[in-house]
C-alpha cells in the first residue's frame, strides 16, 4: 500500500473521528463507527467481512477474512458503557492477565473474544467499543495465552496521533503484508531443543565392517563399480544392461523407471532399444553419418544422447565402441570426459585436444604409429596437428569419432560452459570431418533450447533411460557367482587365495534369492534402493555395497538362517533378508549411530530453531509439492514456482527463512530439484518439484521401522523427559537376546511417534492457520504410527517363526 493510500485512510478517518456521538447502542457502535472504520479507513470491503456467523459458543459479531482465510475475530461493546481502558494506563503493550484484567468488563470481553477465536480457528482477536480497541493473540505455545500480551488503543485521539501503528495493525494490508503478524505476535517460544545423541560418548563411534567384507571388497570393486576400465571388458559385455530389456511393468515400480521428457516429440528426440548383436536406431544413425564421411566431399555429423544422472550414458558409449563395434577395425573413437576437466571455458580447445593425444597413446599408437611416420606426423595437442592427424586417417579409409561426455557438467559454476562446448564441437565436426557424439542431460538440453544456442543444430537425439535395477543387479550377481567357480580368475582379482570362499559364495546366493521382484520384501528393498538413489544406478550401486561390507549387516545371522534350508528348496524356502535390515545398513554405513552429517540419507525430523520449532517443515515442503506433481510450466511437469510456496507458507504462519532452509536440505539429498539443476542452486532458482526420491521418502520411507529407529537418537527434542529415555535405549548392541533388542527398539521408537504426535498436535494448537492453509495440511503422525504398527506386527510374527 502506497503512502498516498494510507495518508487517504488517515483524511477519512478524521472525518470519522469528529463525527462520533459519545453514547451509541451495540449495533449503533457497529454501523457508525465499527464498519467505517474497517471499511472506509483500513481497506477492508464488504466481501471480507461475515457478520453473525454462528458457532458453538454463541454468535460472533465479525470475522475478517482474506481469500475466505479468516485473519480475527471482533466483539463489538457499546460505547462508554461496556468497558473503559483507564486513562492511566499509557503504555500500548500490556500482559493480559496482568493489570489491564483487573477490569472485570475487560476482562470478560476478552475471554469472550478468545472463546470465539479458538472456536472459528482464527488466530487474533479484536475487542472494541469503537472507541478503543485491544487486539491479542489467541493461540499461544503450551496454550499459555493469557500470559502474553495484548496491544492496546485508547481512544479515538491515541488512534488519530498513531494512525500509522494503527493501519500496520489492523488494515487489510497490515493483514496480507504480515505486519499484523509482527505487531501483534511475540517471537516464537526458543525451545531447549536437546538430542538423546547429545550425552552419548563418542556419537561418531564407528561399527567397523562386517565378518566379510575384507573377502569381498576386491570383488565389488572388481564387478559392482562402473565397467569402463578396460580390464572389465568381459564383464562390461556380460553385464550390460540394454534399452528396454526384461523391464518389469509391476506397478509397484514403475516409477524406477524413465519416461521421454514431455518435449521429446517437439525436439525429435527418439528412445531406442538394442538387440543382443546391435544397439538399435543410435546405432543405425551412427552408420548413416559414418556413410557421409565416405562420399567424396565428406561430411561431419553430430549426435546427442540425452539422459538423468547415473543413467548409464557412458557404461553405454564404452559398450557400444568396446563391444558392439569392436569388430569394426575402420570406426575409431576418441573420448573426452568432461566429468574430469577444467571448469574454466577458455580451455575447453585445450582439453579436447589433450584427450584425443592421450587416447591415442592408450589405444592406437602401437597399430598406427608406423603408418603415421610412413608419411611425417605425429599426433600433437594442438588443432593444426589434430586436423593433419584427421586428415591421413580419414585418407586411409577410416570412420572417426569424438566423444564429448558430460558436456554439462560445469553448467552450474559457468553458465556459458555447456554453450562453449557445443559450439566448438559443431565447429570441429565441421573442420575435421568427425562423427561427434554429445552426451547430457534432458534438462541441460532442454536449457540450451532456451537459450538458442541448438536453434542452427538439427542433430539426431537419443533418450537412455535408467537401466533396471533388479536386472542389473543380477546379472552381476549371477556374473560373481560364475567368477567364484574360477579359482583362476579369483585370484587374479583378489591377488591370492580368497577366504572364507564358501561364505562369500553362500552370501551372493542369499542376495540373489531375496532381492528379487517376485518375492514381496524383494520388491521392497529394489525400490528403496533404486528410489532413494534416484533412479542413479551409480548411486544405487554404492548403497548395495554399502550395504554388502557394512558393520551393521548381520551376515551370521543370514548364513546361520539360510544353512538350515535344503539347498534344493524353491527361492521362497529361502533366507529372505529383511527390508529393515538393508535400510539400516544403508543409513548407518559403517557407523554405530545415525547423525546426518555422516549419512547419505535425510533426517526429515529435523529442526533448525533459529527459524522454526516444527518438526514437520521437511514433510510440509514434500507434501505441497507432492499435491503438485502434475502442475505443469513450460519447463516440465511438477515445477512450483518458490515464491508460492513461500507465500503459502506465510499464510500458514510458516516464515519464509524455514522454507528456505527446508528447501537448501531436501535438495542437498535429492528430495526436491530447482530448474537450474545445481544441488546447492537455490538462490538463482526459479522453481522446484519433489523428485522420485522425495516421493518414496514422504510416501514411504518416513513410516519405515528402522528410519524412525534410527532418526530418533539425531533429532532435537524439547521434552527433557522424552530424550532422558530415548538416551537411555539408544545403545542395544550389547543385548544378546535378539527378542530383547527388538523389543528395546520398538520400545524406544513408541517413545519418538509419542512424542511426535504431541508436538503435532501442539503445532496445530498454536496455529490455527495450519488448519486451513493449503501448506499446513496434512497431519502426520497418524499415518505414520498406523504403518509402524503394521510392520511391528509383521516383524514379531517373522520373528515367531525363525525361533
Known sequence: MSRQDIDHAFECFKKLAHSIITTLSESDSRAKIIDPI???????????????????????????????????????????????????????????????????????????????????????????????????????????????????????????KNFTVFWNTLSKE?????????SISEEPVLLDFKRPLDFVHNEDASSGKNILATHISPIIQHIFTDLTDDSRIEILRKCYVRQKQLIHTDKIIETSFDKLPHYAKHFDINWFRESEAESGGFQLSFEKCREFLRTQMPVGSTIMLLGGIGSGKTTFIHHFFKVVMADRKDVLWFYVDFGKSHPDPNKIEETIYNSIVQHYDNYYRERLEGELKSVGVSVKPDSQSILIFFSILRYKGYAISIVLDNVDQHSYTSPLYQERVFEFAQNLTDRFKTITILTLREESFFRSTRSGVLDAYNIPKFHIESPNFEQLLRNRIEYTLSFLKDDKEIMKVVKGTLGKKDMVELFFSIIKNSIRIDRRVGREILKFINDVSGGNMRQALRFFNTFMTSGNTDIGEMIDVEMSVPPDSPPFYHYQIPLHHIVRSIILEDYRYYTSSHSHIINLFQVNPQYTNSHFIHLRVLSYLHRRTNYFIALDKGFVDINQIIESAEEAGVNQKAVEDSLRKLSHYGLVEYDNQNKDGYDTAIYVRI???????????????????????????????????????LNVDYIPDKRERMRIRFERTEIFLEYLDKMEEEEFMSNPELTSSDFGQPRFTSDISNQYYDQKQYIQDKLGRLT
Open 38 to 160: 474497517f471499511k472506509e479507513c483500513l481497506g477492508w470491503s464488504e466481501k471480507d467481512i461475515t457478520r453473525e456467523e454462528h458457532i458453538h459458543a454463541g454468535f460472533i459479531d465479525y470475522i475478517f477474512k482474506i481469500d475466505n482465510r479468516p485473519i480475527f475475530v471482533l466483539e463489538a461493546k457499546k460505547i462508554g458503557s461496556s468497558f473503559t481502558i483507564p486513562l492511566a494506563l499509557n503504555k500500548r503493550r500490556y500482559r493480559i492477565d496482568g493489570s489491564i484484567s483487573t477490569d472485570k468488563k475487560i476482562k470478560e470481553a476478552i475471554e469472550q473474544a478468545h472463546k470465539y477465536s479458538i472456536e472459528s480457528g482464527t488466530r487474533y482477536a479484536v475487542v472494541t467499543n469503537g472507541k478503543q480497541f485491544i487486539i491479542f493473540e489467541s493461540f499461544k505455545h503450551g496454550g499459555k495465552w493469557r500470559e502474553s500480551f495484548c496491544t492496546v488503543f485508547r481512544s479515538i485521539e491515541d488512534i488519530e
Open 174 to 182: 497490515a493483514a496480507i503484508s504480515g505486519s499484523l503478524k509482527k
Open 691 to 729: 523428485t522420485t526420491t522425495g516421493i518414496y521418502y514422504f510416501e514411504r520411507l518416513v513410516q519405515n521401522f528402522a528410519y524412525l529407529g534410527l532418526m530418533l537418537g539425531d533429532t532435537p527434542i524439547c521434552f527433557e523427559k522424552t530424550v532422558q529415555s530415548l538416551r537411555r535405549l
